[in-house]
């Protein structure tokens, strides 16, 4: 059911879609869907959590990582975009949060705030150890999370280009302009 969902959210939007419309893509009555979800919101908050599980299930991988900060930025630019590859992750990617209730943005933009903390944070590390140069962390997270977003507008699992090779060329692409002597 939530796999319907999210997949209606990538083909009409967020807004666009309708709880009849994914009632008729379950084959089900709309007060069926009520059963299980009071209200379209609800819906993309499930989805919210698979996609939010999915990911850390990537990100725990990254803090097992050892290596230099570099090192560990690369494996979260993979992981992340491995993630944001999952249909899950991206209708959140798409999602423009000014379209849910207060409480479902403060969710959403709480965990967008722990991700850009992990980015800087790592990015800061290398730094610290050399492999990454000096820069603006705040500015360097920022451009690698924009890019890495970007894959939930573009990419399409048809895609001739398998998720792993895109996922490692970001990785190779985004971290080379940070590494110390590059």
């Known amino acids: 059911m939530l796999r319907v969902a999210a997949r209606l959210f990538l083909d009409v939007g967020y807004r ?3 709880l009849s ?3 008729d893509r379950l084959g089900i009555t709309k007060p069926a869907l009520y059963n299980y979800f009071r209200s379209k919101e609800d819906i993309l908050a499930a989805c919210y959590r698979v996609a939010q599980a ?3 299930d990537h990100l725990r991988d990254v803090e097992q990582t050892g290596g230099t900060g570099l090192d ?3 494996a979260l630019i993979r992981a992340y975009a491995l993630g944001a590859m999952d249909d899950f992750a991206m209708c959140l990617i798409r999602l423009d949060d000014r379209d849910l209730s207060p409480e479902g943005q403060v969710t959403i933009r709480a965990r967008k ?3 850009d903390r992990m980015f800087r944070t ?3 590390a290398g730094i610290a150890d050399g492999s990454i140069r000096p820069c603006d962390a705040r500015l360097a997270a920022f451009a690698v999370a924009g890019a890495l977003n970007w894959i939930g507008q573009w990419y399409r699992p048809a895609s001739s280009t398998s998720p792993e090779t895109i996922a490692d060329e970001f990785a190779e692409q985004l971290s080379r ?3 110390s002597g590059s």
């Open 54 to 56: 999915a990911v850390e």
């Open 21 to 23: 419309a994914l009632a």
């Open 16 to 18: 666009g879609a309708t």
């Open 113 to 115: 705030r722990e991700l």
């Open 177 to 179: 302009g940070l590494a």
């Open 122 to 124: 790592t990015i800061e």
């Open 72 to 74: 560990r930025l690369r």
